[in-house]
């Protein structure tokens, strides 16, 4: 990728090994853009983060589906880096802040000293303090939880060929783009891939629920979108619940708020993130959810020095959607008042350009939303509208190897599924350390 326009137009510049040294938490998308954007302005940037590598999240559930490999929606940090110039990466988790002295601590090596920091940890899931929610569920927001829900799925299918007095029942707690997706994936794997890999297995053994408490799925999307949505789940057989709030998770079974009980083998949480417990007591102001508040230029409220993108940040008069996009422009956007600072410059206002959203159902089905120009919006629906998801997706995959292999496997999931269906088992994940800071890459 060139230099972001806002470096070339603009003529700034640091002499290079001269620049700020600007240490970034997390290398996610928002921080990945950031350490892109300084790194070729010149500042000495360090990545730091608990994970060797950052994850494409939107992708995770073809990993848990066994449609993709987890190494195909990875990246080595490292790799980044020694592209990036300027830019160094310490696998470590951030331990404390230590604001008045510009340093932070890690469990793995001594501290770092910074003359800016750039906090883009991300979030982790969020429970919302549901009974039995955190110990009785499954997510798919981070690459180890993605394969080990996969495991799961994939040995109760192995069970259901060797008892036949066995069901399958699998319950999506949440309507976005990530429990649709899932769903409408293990719909399809119950419709065609059990026909194929096991023809002794009827497939009405399998039961996929999806449950959300509003009173549509995909909420933000416009209304025609929303019944496209659940049109197209329930005729690939998924039991579609809206105005259904949870009361407790168990071990075998989810409560209902109104309650009725559902049998479930598998709960797999899909109904929204939250911030990561540390940040508490990193010493800045937090807001709804545990984000941090940073005010409209992107800085930590009290903070001349330290910025907060991505998910994990919230600005306090104009909060943005929790997706990619909004983090790779904070990311951008706050290399730019490094630049303004350092050349005494007074810091800008953060303007977030909607590009529009999406989300897919199945094979040839997903639905796009675009954004309004001149309060005209054009939205797809169908196969266009997957062929634009699955080109989008991929583009944004960071390395080519990347590019090339997934879509060698989307592609063969696509032509194959009726045959191959997930058989996909995947490379071994280290178990040592979780990646919930490392899900949002950018591009290459």
Not at 83 to 102: E, M, N, Q, S
Not at 107 to 115: A, L, M, S
Not at 319 to 329: D, F, I, V
Not at 338 to 366: C, H, Q, W
Request: aromatic share 8%; net charge neutral.
């Amino acid at each position: 990728m060139n230099i972001p326009s806002i470096f070339r137009t603009s003529g700034d510049a640091f002499e290079p090994g001269r620049g700020p040294r600007v240490v970034i938490v997390g290398g996610g998308f928002g921080g990945t853009n950031a350490a892109r954007a300084l790194g070729r302005a010149g500042a000495r940037v360090i990545i730091v983060d608990k994970n060797p590598y950052t994850s494409f999240q939107p992708l995770l559930y073809q990993v848990a589906t066994g449609g993709l490999n987890p190494g195909d929606v990875t990246y080595r940090l490292r790799s980044f880096a020694a592209r990036t110039p300027g830019c160094r990466f310490r696998r470590a988790k951030v331990t404390g802040v230590d604001l008045g002295a510009r340093r932070i601590q890690c469990d793995n090596g001594g501290p770092i000293d910074y003359d800016y920091l750039v906090l883009a940890q991300g979030v982790g899931a969020n429970f919302f303090g549901t009974p039995g929610a955190e110990e009785f569920s499954y997510t798919i927001y981070t690459r180890t939880a993605s394969v080990k829900t996969r495991d799961v799925i994939l040995s109760n299918l192995e069970a259901l060929d060797t008892n036949p007095r066995k069901n399958f029942d699998v319950v999506v707690v949440g309507g976005g783009p990530t429990g649709v997706e899932m769903a409408g994936t293990l719909a399809e794997m119950k419709s065609v891939g059990i026909p194929a890999i096991f023809p002794d297995v009827a497939i009405d053994r399998v039961h996929v629920t999806l449950v959300e408490m509003a009173e549509h799925l995909l909420m933000p999307f416009d209304g025609g979108l929303r019944h496209y949505t659940r049109r197209q789940l329930q005729r690939r057989g998924v039991d579609v619940r809206t105005t259904s709030a949870i009361a407790e998770i168990r071990e075998d079974s989810v409560l209902l708020r109104d309650g009725s009980t559902l049998p479930a083998d598998l709960v797999i949480w899909a109904a929204g993130v939250g911030a990561h417990g540390d940040v508490a007591g990193w010493g800045v102001e937090l807001g709804s959810g545990g984000r941090i508040l940073v005010g409209p230029d992107l800085r930590v409220k009290g903070q001349d020095r330290v910025f907060a993108i991505g998910d994990g940040a919230l600005i306090e008069d104009n909060p943005l959607p929790q997706l990619a996009q909004p983090a790779m422009q904070e990311g951008v956007w706050a290399a730019k008042q490094v630049l303004n600072l350092e050349a005494g410059r007074p810091t800008e206002k953060f303007s977030y350009l909607d590009k529009g959203t999406m989300a897919t159902i199945g094979r040839n089905a997903a639905v796009v939303q675009m954004a309004r120009f001149h309060g005209l919006r054009v939205d797809f629906t169908g196969f266009v509208a997957w062929v634009a998801w699955v080109g989008l997706h991929l583009y944004f995959l960071l390395g080519g190897r990347n590019r090339l292999q997934s879509m060698i496997n989307l592609a063969a999931r696509y032509l194959t599924f009726s045959r191959q269906a997930s058989g996909i088992i995947g490379d071994i994940v280290d178990e040592g350390r979780d990646d919930a800071d490392a899900g949002r890459p950018a591009e290459k």
